[in-house]
Protein backbone atom coordinates (compact mmCIF):
# COMPACT_ATOMS: atom_id res chain seq x y z
CA UNK A 1 0.00 0.00 0.00
CA UNK A 2 1.09 3.32 -0.80
CA UNK A 3 1.93 6.18 1.73
CA UNK A 4 1.33 9.70 1.29
CA UNK A 5 5.55 9.54 1.79
CA UNK A 6 5.69 7.48 -1.45
CA UNK A 7 3.57 9.59 -3.49
CA UNK A 8 5.15 11.26 -6.33
CA UNK A 9 5.70 15.18 -5.18
CA UNK A 10 3.23 16.59 -7.57
CA UNK A 11 0.44 14.17 -5.89
CA UNK A 12 1.64 15.18 -2.14
CA UNK A 13 0.81 19.17 -3.61
CA UNK A 14 -2.61 17.65 -4.75
CA UNK A 15 -3.28 16.19 -1.32
CA UNK A 16 -2.50 18.83 0.52
CA UNK A 17 -4.49 21.08 -1.56
CA UNK A 18 -7.31 19.19 -0.50
CA UNK A 19 -6.30 19.12 3.06
CA UNK A 20 -6.10 22.17 2.98
CA UNK A 21 -9.63 23.00 1.49
CA UNK A 22 -10.91 20.65 3.61
CA UNK A 23 -9.30 22.74 6.81
CA UNK A 24 -10.42 26.04 5.55
CA UNK A 25 -14.11 25.35 4.61
CA UNK A 26 -15.39 21.72 5.64
CA UNK A 27 -18.79 22.97 6.41
CA UNK A 28 -19.18 24.24 2.63
CA UNK A 29 -17.04 22.19 0.68
CA UNK A 30 -18.43 18.82 -0.80
CA UNK A 31 -16.08 17.27 -3.34
CA UNK A 32 -17.15 15.90 -6.49
CA UNK A 33 -16.45 13.09 -8.77
CA UNK A 34 -16.25 15.63 -11.79
CA UNK A 35 -12.33 15.85 -12.13
CA UNK A 36 -12.19 11.99 -11.41
CA UNK A 37 -10.24 11.45 -14.89
CA UNK A 38 -7.91 14.17 -14.13
CA UNK A 39 -4.68 12.86 -12.21
CA UNK A 40 -3.74 16.55 -10.42
CA UNK A 41 -7.00 17.85 -10.18
CA UNK A 42 -9.79 18.69 -7.83
CA UNK A 43 -13.23 19.93 -8.09
CA UNK A 44 -15.94 21.01 -4.92
CA UNK A 45 -19.50 22.05 -5.03
CA UNK A 46 -21.03 24.53 -2.46
CA UNK A 47 -23.34 22.94 0.15
CA UNK A 48 -24.83 26.22 0.63
CA UNK A 49 -25.00 27.50 -3.34
CA UNK A 50 -25.52 24.00 -5.36
CA UNK A 51 -24.91 25.61 -8.67
CA UNK A 52 -21.31 27.06 -7.63
CA UNK A 53 -18.74 24.71 -8.30
CA UNK A 54 -14.93 25.23 -8.44
CA UNK A 55 -12.15 23.35 -10.20
CA UNK A 56 -8.28 22.54 -9.39
CA UNK A 57 -6.06 21.27 -11.49
CA UNK A 58 -2.19 20.91 -10.76
CA UNK A 59 0.25 21.96 -13.73
CA UNK A 60 1.53 18.92 -14.77
CA UNK A 61 5.02 20.95 -15.83
CA UNK A 62 5.58 23.74 -12.55
CA UNK A 63 4.78 21.91 -9.10
CA UNK A 64 3.08 24.09 -7.26
CA UNK A 65 1.17 26.10 -9.88
CA UNK A 66 -2.77 25.39 -9.27
CA UNK A 67 -5.37 26.73 -12.35
CA UNK A 68 -8.74 27.60 -10.33
CA UNK A 69 -11.92 28.03 -12.34
CA UNK A 70 -14.71 29.07 -10.30
CA UNK A 71 -18.20 28.09 -11.72
CA UNK A 72 -21.56 29.02 -11.37
CA UNK A 73 -24.14 26.89 -13.17
CA UNK A 74 -26.98 29.32 -13.54
CA UNK A 75 -25.06 31.37 -15.88
CA UNK A 76 -24.65 30.87 -19.62
CA UNK A 77 -22.15 33.02 -20.44
CA UNK A 78 -19.58 30.29 -21.49
CA UNK A 79 -19.68 26.67 -22.58
CA UNK A 80 -18.41 25.79 -18.98
CA UNK A 81 -20.54 28.14 -16.63
CA UNK A 82 -17.31 29.55 -15.82
CA UNK A 83 -17.35 33.27 -14.31
CA UNK A 84 -13.76 33.70 -13.27
CA UNK A 85 -10.30 31.27 -13.74
CA UNK A 86 -6.94 32.16 -11.81
CA UNK A 87 -3.49 30.51 -11.51
CA UNK A 88 -2.03 30.58 -7.58
CA UNK A 89 1.23 29.27 -6.62
CA UNK A 90 0.32 28.36 -2.89
CA UNK A 91 -2.25 25.94 -1.16
CA UNK A 92 -3.39 28.81 1.37
CA UNK A 93 -4.17 31.12 -1.94
CA UNK A 94 -5.95 28.25 -3.50
CA UNK A 95 -8.10 27.57 -0.27
CA UNK A 96 -8.96 31.42 0.77
CA UNK A 97 -10.20 31.95 -2.96
CA UNK A 98 -11.99 28.70 -3.26
CA UNK A 99 -13.71 29.18 0.42
CA UNK A 100 -14.62 32.57 -0.59
CA UNK A 101 -16.61 31.60 -4.11
CA UNK A 102 -18.20 28.47 -2.50
CA UNK A 103 -19.27 30.58 0.40
CA UNK A 104 -21.26 32.97 -1.84
CA UNK A 105 -19.11 36.17 -2.81
CA UNK A 106 -19.89 37.42 -5.95
CA UNK A 107 -17.57 37.67 -8.95
CA UNK A 108 -16.43 41.54 -8.24
CA UNK A 109 -15.50 40.80 -4.66
CA UNK A 110 -13.76 37.34 -6.27
CA UNK A 111 -11.80 39.41 -8.65
CA UNK A 112 -10.38 41.38 -6.09
CA UNK A 113 -9.90 38.61 -3.90
CA UNK A 114 -7.74 37.33 -6.66
CA UNK A 115 -6.06 40.69 -7.58
CA UNK A 116 -5.06 40.93 -3.65
Not at 29 to 40: G, Q, R
Request: negative net charge.
Amino acid sequence: MQTQRDLDPKAEDIVQLRQQIFQECQAVALETADAEALLLGLSFQSRLLPERHVWLQQNDSHRGETHIDFEDRTTNGNWDNTVSRTIVYSVYAAAKLVCAWLNGINKEALEQLIQD
